[in-house]
Each structure stands twice: as C-alpha cells, then as structure tokens.
C-alpha cells in the first residue's frame, strides 16, 4: 500500500475503520480520520470541560498535544499493517507508544521555571490510554521519570496551531490553597481533574467517529431546567405531606414527627439561597433528609447556575430505593435526567465491554455509592477518572457521611475541602449521628466553615426519639432465637453474614411445623440486588398488613433502608450503627415507644475495624443512660477518631505520595494512591447469579456471547452478588463458575444449587477454607 499523500505533504490519521459487517474490504483510507481532526475535537471538547473551573486553555493544550506521537512514520505504518480496528487502545499488545512523545513535548515546551506546567501536562498526556503513571515505578520503566527520557520516534512536523511551539499560551492553576503543606494534594487533585476531561474528551471524539451509531444513542442529556424540578418536587412533597398526615396522625409523636419534618424541608428551602459552599444537614433516621436534600439541591442549583446533582450514599443496597424516590418525585421529567451509577462490572482493564457498564456522569441527577465517588477522586485509570470532570460547577449530597472509614478520613475531607474550595461545589454532609468532623486543635485534618441547616438538630433528636433503647447483655445464638421467636413483629441487626445466616437457620428450625416459613427473612449482600429489592416488598407489605413478620439481616438495612418495626435488636456495633438501625425502630411513630434491644453476641468472630468501634462503645456506654443520645455519639467519634489518629491517611494521600521538590520537580505516586485507596478492602469480584426468569435470561444471554447492550449491563447488575477475591477463588477451584472467554465479561455461576431462595449465594460455606473475617460483614 503507497503512503497516502495530500499534495506533497504526509497526511497522518488519528484513526482507520475496520470492514463493515458482511463486506470483505475494509473502508478506503479516504474514509480515514485525520489526526489533525481529532486533535480539534479533542481540544474543543476538553477546553468546554476545563472552563467549569477557569481552566479551558489547559484542556486546549492537553487536547491538541495529547496524540503528537501520532505524527510519526512508526504510526502510520501501524494504521497500514492493522488496518485500524480499535487503533486507538494501546495496551493492546503490538500497539504504538504514541503518548510519551506528546508528553516529552509538552515538557519541553513548559521548562525551566515552567517545570510544574510542563510536568502536570505530561502526567495527563503520558496517562491518556494506560492511567496516570506514578512519577517513579520500582517495578518497570512506566514512571513518568523513565518516560521522559525514554526514546521515542521524531516526530513529523504538525501544523504550527496544533504543535504552540511558537505560541505557547502563558498557563496559571487557578486554585486557591489551604496551605503550603497541601499544595501539593491540590496540585495532585488539579492534575486528576484536568487528566478527566481530556480522557473523556478523546473518548467522545473516538466514539463519534469509530461508532457513531452509539454516538447518536448516547446523545445529551436534556439540560436542567431546575425552576420545573422545583415545582414538581414541591407538589410531590406537599402530596406525600397530605398522605402521612391523614395515615398518621393517630399519636403525639406521630404529629410531633411530621412537623418536624416539614421544618426540616424549609429549613433546607430557607438555606438553599445562601452562598455554595460546605453544608451539615443532621437530621433523625424517618426525618424526611432525602427529599428535603434534594430540595435544597435544586433550588441551590437553580440560584447559582449549578450544573448537576450527585447524590451518594453509603450501600448499593439504597441506591435502588433512593433512585425511585427521586424518579417518583420528579415523574415525567425525561428519563436519562436520573442516573443510577454503582457498576460491578467494571473489570481492571477497559476494554470495550467495560466501557458499556460505566457512564460518564453526563446527566443532571446522578444517584451513586461513596465508594465510586472517593476512590474515583483518587483513581489512575481513564475509565474511573472519566467523570470527574463533571464534578465542577454541582451540587453534591454525602449521605450517611459518618460512615467514612476513619483510615481514609484525611482524604476523604481534603477532597471535599477541595472540591468546595476550587471547583465551585456546594457540598452537602448528612447524617443522622454528626461526626466531629469540624476543625480544632485536636483534629487539625477537619472541616472549616461548615454551616448547619438543620433548625437545633440536637433538640430534634431528643424531641423525636422514637424507640426506648436498652441493653440485653450476652446472648448466644439459642437464645437470640427463642427472643425473635416470641415477637410477632421485629428485626435483629448483627455484624456479619455468617451469623446472619447461622441465627437465621436456628430461627426457622425453633418454629413450628405448622407455622408459615413466610414469616421469615434473611437479608446480606450473598442476595443479588433484585432478590433483595423482592424481599424488601414483601416484608413492607407484611408490616403494613400488621403480619408476623421476622427478618435477620446483617447491617445492609441500616442506612436509608424505610422499614418500620416496633422492635429491633441490634448486635453491639459502635453508637453510630446503633442509631442507624433504632432508625428503622417505630419509624413512623405510629407506638408511643419501640423497643431498641442491644445484645452482645457470642461465637462471632470480627474484623479488627469493627471490633475497634464495638471497644470504643464499651468505653462510652457507661457513662451515659441513654446510648442514643447526641452527646454520647458525639463522645464516640471524638474517643474514636482520637484512638486513630495515626491512621486518618493510611495510604499517606497527603504525605509521601505526592510530593514537590526542587530536585524531582512533581513526584506524583497516581498509581500507587489508587491501588492503596480503598473504601472497602475487597471490592470483591462480580459473579452472575440465575435468580429468577429474568435472572436466567441474562445469563443465557452471558454464556451465549450474544452482544450486550449498556441497557444488559444495568439489568445485570440487579442479578449480580459480589464475592471477595479469595472466596471467588474457591468457588472457581471447586468448578462452580462459568468463566468467559470474552473479554470483560463477568463469571457466571455454573452450579445452580449453590444459589438459595432464602441465603442466596452459598459462597461463604463453599469458600470455608478463605475465610478472612473482613469477608463477611455486609
């Protein structure tokens, strides 16, 4: 094949096209994406993305350099002797290095007292397919240290506008910085945020032109018009308002309890014309704090221009429920305004499969889990940085916020600090049980200038308290059982799966023969998200029927889950998780009182975090007669997090890990903070379950390798149960997995009997042999 030429000039293309489906030939090379083109495109997208925080020139620049190594001989005989099928993805093995020589520019351009400059741009660049590189990699050459000095081909002379070499803009970081000791965390962060938009920027522009039927499918979300979210969440709350009141008015404390509520939501309505910022919202369990949250968002985005709302909560067991809520609330609005975001299948490496289960976060409301949205903050990979971006110029609702794990609380408030302080956030923490999160000498990694909407959170929880809580002492399993068995109507809470399941089979076995085994329940995270959501209605409908009903659930339930009984036992767990789960005790106060018992099993054996905070409960509970009251959580979490100072920054996010110095310029570790930043230790491995008809529909389609659509991908997650690494292990050793040979798609489980109508997925007991207590505790 002769080199295409275009007058007397060399033209270079960013991408070729494969053959079409049923023709043999591949397109001509006149079909051919010009480099020059994307480069455009690229920069066009990334600059519009940037501007959300007055850095539009930088994703200019980042756009237009980010393919240089392109303009290359090696590259273009590449495109020749591959014919371009996904030319753009260069992990795949035989691909052409094109990203460092865009970097060396970069660097070079940017030199001398520009070093920083040169060094945030080449870290993007350098990272735009494989992930942010660390500055230094003891295990190969892939630091961006070795890669700027590592040889690459000439590049051949691009045009002048693309190339800046002669008209390099003057570029400044417009960030405003807490101190000197975390310039380099915001200069880090700055890098990561810059990093999103020109990764999604080059995915857009690829997508556009490798597939641009799937381009068109993917369109715009239809742009907010907040004024119209206002008017229909207010008559949907004034609606729901009118309903509670004729179905509960039937105590004081269920009056009491409405009222309340309504000065919750004005409260927020009142406070959503103040200026963004940092924002508490403390509010009881049964408070209202999700609508009148996302009130306050709505019309504090429509006051300040506000892009988009990010919702997060603790547990993907709520997302669910949260997402219908809002949906409900807001029924008739387009239905891409909403976006659940909580994928387990988003395996290590992107491939275009993986691509189909994530989003880009490109729609107004979008519901996801605290684990997406901090380790994303802290991520290396394109597809988890992709939606960063997004982030600037939005609301962002952080539910359950006390349930931040006290290893990565440095971070975690640096980033939220971040966000507000530099990227236009209005950010707002709720919580049922405030954490001493404020800043004092004492705890000098807290928050400034957080303001309270709640009018008197404090007396608030003191009026509304629901349900009496007192302590059972020691209770083995036998005993628990003949407690549960007495009730017609309760919850028992413990601290991890396999006494959820070993109580719950000791409760079946004490009931009678003649006595209906629907009046008992089960709920762990070893159900898929649609056996869950199944049981969670029939217990609602049980409840509100007033039937027996019985259910032993680990800790899932307890944050955001709307149940209602009168009583709950709760396994001693720090004060935190105890008011959590009080939350579902006499909800509604239709009782004068629920009972909230408080037990300490035996035989359970817990993971070193949970058995901290259990010490810490110990320590406070004596000192105050009522376990749920404000004072003693607000003793907890002081005691606690003081216990654990040492560890606020585990990975050493703001420590060693990135660094400024004279000598080594930007020494950013990306990779190395991704891999030690984690929310939950084991992420776990997604395994498809066969639940039901829909459930077997889907894996049919799995092992068939039939194409999947991302509309397949979302209903696969309600089917999926994710395990830990060393119990997936077992399960695959023991041959009850379907592993697929398709890149990116999920295992399947080939033993149907391992799946129970009432345990769901058997793997603790197929995987005995990996048992890490840390394993098992939602």
Not at 316 to 321: A, D, G, L, N
Request: charged share 25%; net charge neutral.
């Amino acid at each position: 094949m002769n080199e295409p030429t275009q007058g007397t000039a060399r033209t270079f293309y960013a991408h070729s096209l494969p053959a079409a489906p049923g023709k043999e030939a591949p397109p001509s090379i006149t079909e051919w994406e010009p480099l020059e083109e994307h480069l455009r495109k690229v920069a066009k997208l990334a600059e519009s993305f940037a501007a959300a925080w007055n850095a539009g020139v930088w994703g200019l620049v980042l756009g237009l350099w980010h393919d240089l190594g392109k303009y290359t001989i090696d590259f273009l005989n590449y495109l020749f002797s591959a014919n371009g099928v996904e030319a753009h993805l260069e992990q795949v093995r035989g691909r052409v290095d094109h990203s460092t020589a865009g970097a060396q520019h970069a660097r070079r351009q940017y030199d001398q007292k520009q070093a920083l400059i040169g060094d945030i741009l080449a870290y993007c660049i350098a990272g735009h397919h494989g992930g942010l590189p660390d500055f230094s990699d003891s295990h190969g050459s892939s630091g961006l240290s070795d890669r700027l000095k590592k040889p690459v081909p000439a590049i051949e002379p691009p045009p002048e506008d693309i190339s800046l070499l002669r008209s390099c803009p003057r570029l400044t970081v417009p960030l405003r910085l807490v101190s000197k000791e975390r310039a380099a965390y915001h200069l880090a962060f700055f890098t990561r945020m810059l990093f999103s938009t020109l990764v999604d920027a080059d995915f857009l522009a690829t997508e556009q032109f490798m597939n641009p039927e799937r381009a068109t499918q993917r369109g715009e979300p239809p742009a907010p018009d907040w004024a119209a979210w206002d008017s229909k969440l207010t008559t949907y709350i004034d609606q729901l308002a009118r309903g509670k009141s004729e179905a509960l008015m039937t105590s004081d404390l269920s009056r009491k309890l409405l009222r309340h509520r309504r000065a919750v939501l004005e409260a927020c309505r009142s406070w959503s014309a103040e200026a963004s910022g940092l924002f508490w919202l403390a509010v009881p369990t049964g408070g209202g704090k999700t609508l009148a949250s996302l009130s306050f968002a709505v019309r504090h985005a429509q006051a300040y221009g506000l892009r988009r709302i990010v919702y997060a909560i603790p547990f993907t067991s709520i997302i669910e429920q949260t997402a219908d809520v809002f949906r409900l609330a807001l029924q008739g609005m387009d239905e891409r305004s909403i976006l659940e975001h909580h994928v387990n299948l988003d395996p290590e490496k992107e491939t275009p499969w993986s691509r189909l289960a994530t989003e880009n976060w490109d729609a107004p409301l979008v519901v996801t889990t605290n684990v997406q949205f901090f380790e994303s903050l802290h991520a290396a990979k394109p597809s988890a940085c992709r939606k960063l971006h997004r982030l600037a110029r939005s609301v962002i609702i952080l539910d359950e916020v006390q349930t931040l794990p006290v290893t990565l609380l440095a971070p975690c408030l640096a980033s939220i600090d971040e966000l507000a302080r530099n990227y236009g956030c209005s950010i707002v923490l709720c919580t049922a049980t405030p954490p001493a999160f404020d800043r004092r000498d004492r705890f000098p990694i807290g928050l400034e200038g957080v303001r309270e909407i709640s009018p008197e959170p404090t007396a608030l929880l003191a009026k509304v308290q629901r349900a009496q809580a007192s302590r059972l002492g020691t209770l083995d399993d036998d005993r628990l059982a003949s407690l549960l068995h007495a009730e017609d109507q309760a919850l028992c809470i413990v601290n991890t799966r396999p006494h959820a399941a070993r109580l719950f089979m000791k409760l079946l076995a004490s009931s009678q023969t003649n006595e209906s085994t629907d009046e008992y329940f089960h709920l762990s995270t070893r159900l898929c998200g649609q056996h869950r959501s199944n049981a969670l209605t029939k217990i609602r409908k049980r409840l509100k029927k007033g039937q027996r009903c019985l259910v032993v659930s680990t800790q899932l339930v307890e944050a955001g889950v709307d149940l209602d009984f009168p009583a709950v036992y709760r396994a001693l767990a720090g004060l935190d998780a105890l008011v959590q789960a009080a939350g579902r005790c006499n909800r509604e106060g239709r009782l004068a009182s629920g009972r909230f018992l408080v037990f300490e099993p035996t035989d359970v054996k817990l993971p070193r975090g949970l058995e901290s905070s259990i010490e810490t409960a110990q320590e406070i509970l004596p000192d105050y007669e009522d376990l749920l009251s404000s004072d003693a959580v607000e003793a907890f979490f002081r005691l606690h997090y003081q216990k654990h100072q040492g560890q606020w920054d585990k990975p050493g996010v703001l420590g060693g890990a990135f660094a400024l110095s004279s000598s080594s310029g930007v020494a950013f570790q990306f990779r190395e903070v991704a891999r030690e930043f984690r929310m939950i230790d084991d992420e776990g491995v997604p395994v498809v379950v066969p639940y039901g008809l829909e459930g077997r529909r889907l894996v049919e389609r799995v092992l068939d390798c039939r194409p999947m659509t991302r509309d397949d991908y979302r209903r696969l997650q309600r089917y999926t149960v994710s395990v830990p690494y060393r119990t997936f292990q077992a399960l695959d050793e023991r041959g009850s997995l379907v592993l697929q040979e398709s890149e990116g798609r999920p295992a399947v489980l080939g033993e149907p009997g391992l799946y129970d109508e009432r345990l769901g997925l058997l793997a603790d007991d197929a995987a005995a042999s990996a048992r890490d207590p840390a394993d098992f505790i939602l």
